[in-house]
């Protein structure tokens, strides 16, 4: 059915389909007043989103066209908040009045809603969830078969409200529950592939799994069942609804509100964490871990340094050794081995990843942010392969040669290619099970001493604090790009990524940028020494002052995201707000005093 479009989308289009997002994410109100007057995402406007994912013809940067027709099937789960329900239905709503079935598999992770898709073989996949935020906030990731509707294609559907009408006329399409069915098909895809495993191997540690009060929870007993009963579960009585805190599993002060996690560690337990819908997890490892003034808290770049020596020591040669078996013409061996080696760098890495992959002689490519352009490439980079290899399709290739790649984004987005599909995907409770495996497959006993053998520098997390609003956000990011860029632009590399740039010295980096889901800046800074490290994030803290002052932006520091300012005094900056261009320790970094 076709349907005018209203003033109540008009006056949200702009905040809700961003071609500057990787997917929609918006405020839902406050609790006890959800879906207010106040509110940006709401459930009628939600439903309109499914009207049109169900109805547009999105044109692909390549030119080729995707679009749902009536009768497509589109799964849709949502995590276990408390707006999230009634958000998904509504999508579903949309989806059925354009004439497409829904598969409800009701709270479920990003991950079982990525594998049911094509465990259905449905045509697109819903997730409503708001990941990592405020309970205040939720969102939407969406797709079409397994391209996500992100950055441009969201621009698409903002322009398509431009129009006086949306949707199309067709049949009213169906709902159909497959909570039960949806959870069952998956739990048994990863016991078929990962049980036999554990049964034969005691990981190097004991392990423990924080669900975070999360989706992860519904996975609690998949993970006894496959690990074992040495198995610990953390996390399964908090209620991560609270606002007590936040299910990101990137943030150690987040890590030590989970009851008995500390106790935990201090016992020599492996801790995996994820987030609310379990794309995402960390590691953690060995007591005082969650410390500021100690490491054991593994994040993205951390975990790259694992995947690049697996890859280029275990998988490449024994995807070289297969495809040698093939007879396949040198050139396309070697071809294909260029790719398999390729590392790709998020720009929010430490400098030493793109050192240690090239040292063992990989490849360091730097790759956009964004989940879903990191699964495109790689989903590219698999049909190029395949191709190459003489076969038809990626997924007979990769059961013919039992390759994965696998490759990290510093968000801890963790993307493993499936041996079945070839499916790039990001699921975190299937990632459990694949890094004890490829820690098993190194020998590492010791994240610890794994990571004693990687000349360390000294970096900053990537620090995101709050903008007045998502229009001064952009604005001050502006700014930031352009004097970087005549800055440092003659003694630096300069990188730039989607509102964000990075500029490379010998002896480390600075980035700044925005984020491309919350009216938040983002910034960090390295060096190879504490001085140096701190005195890079001087300079970045008096430019983001000083536009900060320049566009009316009066929001001081979130310190509670970002306790290190406060509670680490090697970076002695326990008042960021107020470092200005007189600082000593930024005046020493311009004048390049630390070369």
């Known amino acids: ?313 275990i998988a490449v040669p024994a995807l070289k050794t297969a495809l040698e078996k093939l007879a396949l013409q040198k050139g396309r061996i070697e071809e294909i081995i260029k790719i398999a080696s390729t590392i790709y760098v998020d720009p929010r890495y430490t400098s030493a990843v793109k050192a240690f992959v090239e040292k063992r002689g990989g490849i360091t490519v730097y790759h956009r942010k964004g989940h879903s352009l990191w699964k495109e490439t790689m989903g590219a980079n698999m049909r190029r392969i395949s191709s190459l290899a003489g076969f038809k399709s990626a997924a007979e290739f990769v059961r013919a040669s039992n390759y994965r790649d696998i490759q990290v984004e510093a968000s801890l987005h963790l993307f493993a290619t499936d041996p079945e599909d070839a499916i790039a995907r990001d699921d975190a409770i299937e990632n459990v099970f694949l890094l004890e495996t490829i820690i098993k497959a190194l020998k590492i006993d010791n994240l610890a001493d794994f990571f004693a053998r990687i000349p360390r520098r000294f970096a900053t997390k990537e620090i995101r604090t709050n903008a007045a609003s998502a229009e001064v956000k952009e604005a001050i990011t502006a700014d930031a790009l352009n004097i970087i860029r005549k800055t440092f632009g003659e003694w630096c590399s300069i990188v730039e990524f989607d509102g964000q740039i990075r500029a490379d010295f010998p002896r480390g980096f600075i980035m700044y940028g925005m984020s491309n889901t919350s009216a938040k800046l983002t910034f960090m800074a390295e060096g190879d020494t504490i001085e140096l490290r701190s005195s890079a994030l001087a300079y970045i803290m008096a430019l983001h002052n000083s536009l900060k002052a320049k566009h009316g932006d009066n929001l001081k520091m979130d310190l509670k995201e970002n306790p290190f300012f406060v509670k680490d005094e090697s970076y002695q900056m326990p008042c960021p707000d107020e470092i200005t261009f007189e600082d000593a320790r930024v005046k020493e970094f311009l004048c390049k005093k630390w070369q």
């Open 1 to 313: 059915m076709r349907e005018k479009v209203s003033e109540d989308i008009l006056s949200a289009k702009d905040k809700l389909f961003k071609s500057t997002a990787y997917d929609i994410r918006a405020y839902v109100g406050e609790a006890g007043a959800f879906f207010s007057e106040k509110a940006v995402l709401t459930p009628s406007r939600m439903r309109i989103a499914g009207v049109l994912l169900a109805s547009m013809e999105f044109k692909r940067d390549g030119g080729d066209v995707l679009q749902l027709k009536a009768g497509d099937k589109v799964v849709v789960g949502y995590d276990n908040g408390p707006t999230s329900k009634e958000l998904a239905d509504a999508f579903g709503a949309g989806l059925t009045e354009q004439g497409i079935d829904v598969y409800d598999v009701g709270i479920a992770s990003s991950g079982q809603v990525y594998h049911n898709q094509e465990q259905f073989k449905a045509d697109g996949y819903v997730q409503i969830t708001r990941s990592h935020v405020e309970v205040t906030t939720n969102g939407a990731k969406f797709g079409i078969f397994n391209q996500g509707i992100h950055t441009y294609l969201l621009g698409e559907m903002n322009a398509a409200l431009d129009m006086p009408e949306i949707g199309r006329n067709a049949p009213r399409g169906t709902i159909a529950d497959k909570a039960k069915e949806g959870y069952e098909i998956y739990a048994e895809k990863l016991k078929a592939r990962y049980s036999e495993f554990f049964k034969n191997n005691k990981p190097s540690r004991q392990i423990a799994v924080n669900l975070f009060g999360g989706t992860g929870l519904n996975y609690g007993s998949l993970f006894r069942e496959i690990i074992g009963g040495e198995l610990i579960i953390l996390g399964d009585t908090i209620d991560v609804n609270s606002g007590i805190l936040l299910a990101d599993p990137t943030r150690r002060e987040m890590l030590e509100e989970v009851p008995e996690l500390n106790n935990v560690l201090s016992s020599g337990a492996r801790v995996h964490s994820f987030d609310l819908d379990a794309d995402r997890g960390s590691l953690t490892e060995g007591e005082g871990a969650l410390s500021l003034s100690k490491t054991g808290h593994y994040l993205g770049d951390d975990l790259s340094f694992i995947l690049a020596e697996y890859k280029l020591k």
